[in-house]
């Protein structure tokens, strides 16, 4: 069974730019959920969708945002990048509507904002 | 608010010495904790979840309500179990999200 698989691992941004990361879950997972790692911060949490629906948002600026499609698949957005932006962008999925059974982390793509 | 803490950034150990990687959490609730792992050049995997009271890898972590803690514990530590170990809680709000703590290294050498 496929784990689950983001797309790039790697971005190079210039700052104002925009950037799309995407995110396949595992089949069947309908829930997906996206964290921003960095050395500083650790890992936060960013959004949660389930069944095309976001239904969670962390403490992030509007200049995140994301979406799912039917197929479960998702993408998140970071539009007028900062410096501040560069990190490891996990992607997470899970059976059901939440986490309690554990999600499923991808390998991440790593943004670096210059 | 709703916080892990893990105190230690690093925990050094000799193989075979016993393991205990620190937890504690603030939740107004009934907490659901995990421990995530993640070895060098790999992806966050997770390790166990209270709800299952579960042994991987040797690895065990009891809840305690009293002292909000979810320590991590190890009778004898392998090399192969140095690594980053995360602690996290879900919390639950509209929807769910992981509240991982800063994270700790351990290192295990012979």
């Known amino acids: 069974k496929a784990g689950v698989t983001q797309t790039p691992r790697y971005l190079i941004k210039t700052r104002g730019q925009q950037v799309t990361l995407s995110c396949s879950p595992i089949?069947?997972?309908?829930?997906v959920s996206w964290y921003q790692q960095t050395p500083g911060q650790g890992l936060q949490f960013l959004f949660e969708?389930?069944?095309?629906?976001?239904?969670n948002k962390g403490n992030f600026p509007g200049r995140f945002s994301g979406r799912q499609f039917s197929n479960s698949r998702s993408e998140m957005n970071v539009s007028t990048l900062e410096l501040g932006d560069s990190a490891l962008y996990l992607c997470?999925?899970?059976?059901?509507?939440?986490?309690?059974?554990?999600?499923?982390f991808g390998s991440g793509t790593r943004l670096t904002v210059v | 608010a709703q916080r892990v803490t893990q105190p230690e950034k690093l925990l050094s150990v000799f193989k075979g010495a016993p393991v205990e990687l620190k937890c504690n959490y603030s939740?107004?609730?009934?907490?659901?904790l995990f421990w995530y792992v993640q070895y060098s050049r790999q992806r966050l995997q997770l390790l166990l979840r209270?709800?299952s009271r579960e042994s991987i890898k040797g690895f065990t972590a009891d809840l305690n309500k009293g002292e909000t803690s979810f320590h991590l514990k190890k009778p004898f530590a392998q090399e192969e179990d140095s690594a980053m170990y995360y602690c996290?809680?879900?919390?639950?709000?509209?929807?769910?999200?992981?509240?991982f703590g800063k994270g700790t290294t351990l290192s295990v050498s012979s």
């Open positions: 209270h709800i």
């Open positions: 939740y107004s609730g009934s907490p659901e």
């Open positions: 997470a999925s899970s059976q059901g509507q939440g986490g309690n059974y554990g999600y499923t």
């Open positions: 969708y389930f069944s095309e629906t976001q239904r």
């Open positions: 089949s069947g997972h309908r829930s």
């Open positions: 996290a809680l879900l919390q639950y709000q509209a929807g769910t999200a992981l509240i």
